[in-house]
C-alpha cells in the first residue's frame, strides 16, 4: 500500500558522522523541507565477457549511491538549515537521516555539497541543499 509524502522528514547531525556512531549522534531537524529527491547513484557494471562468451558478460560492482537533493522554505534561523551550511563550510561527513511517513528511517553518511537560498519577485524564498552520499543505507 502506498504511503503519503506529507509527514516526512530529515535530520542531519551535529556531530562529524566519522567520530560518532549514528545511534550516538545527536540530530538537527531541517525546517520547512517539501522536497526529498531521489538518489542518483547506481552500481557499475563489471565486464567480465571472454573468448568463449556466447554474450556480454556482467557482475554488478559495488553501489555507489550517488547524490541526493532537497529543497524547502527558507528560514534563516532554523537550527536544521544552519547545520547544512556549517557541514558544508567545514566539509565534514555527516549523518542525513530521512524518516518516511510511515515511520520507516533511512540513514547514511554524507557531505553537504551545496546550500543556498535564492529569491525572485512575486515569490517564496527557497532553500536547496546537496549531498553526497558515503557507504552503505542504513535503515531503522
Request: aromatic share 10%; charged share 25%; net charge negative.
Amino acid at each position: 500500500m502506498a504511503i503519503k509524502s506529507q509527514g516526512t522528514t530529515v535530520h542531519i547531525s551535529n556531530e562529524d558522522a566519522d567520530a560518532t556512531a549514528y545511534g550516538s549522534a545527536t540530530f538537527a531537524k531541517v525546517g520547512e523541507v517539501d522536497n526529498v529527491g531521489e538518489p542518483s547513484g547506481e552500481a557499475a557494471d563489471i565486464d567480465v565477457t571472454h573468448l568463449e562468451s556466447e554474450a556480454k558478460e556482467y557482475l554488478i560492482g559495488l553501489p555507489d549511491n550517488g547524490n541526493i537533493a532537497i529543497s524547502g522554505n527558507f528560514v534563516p534561523d532554523d537550527t536544521g538549515q544552519l547545520e547544512l551550511r556549517d557541514a558544508k563550510d567545514v566539509q565534514e561527513r555527516r549523518w542525513l537521516k530521512i524518516t518516511w511517513s510511515s515511520g520507516d528511517v533511512w540513514y547514511i553518511k554524507a557531505l553537504v555539497k551545496k546550500y543556498a537560498a535564492s529569491a525572485a519577485v512575486d515569490g517564496k524564498t527557497p532553500f536547496s541543499s546537496s549531498f553526497r552520499t558515503s557507504g552503505a543505507w542504513g535503515y531503522a
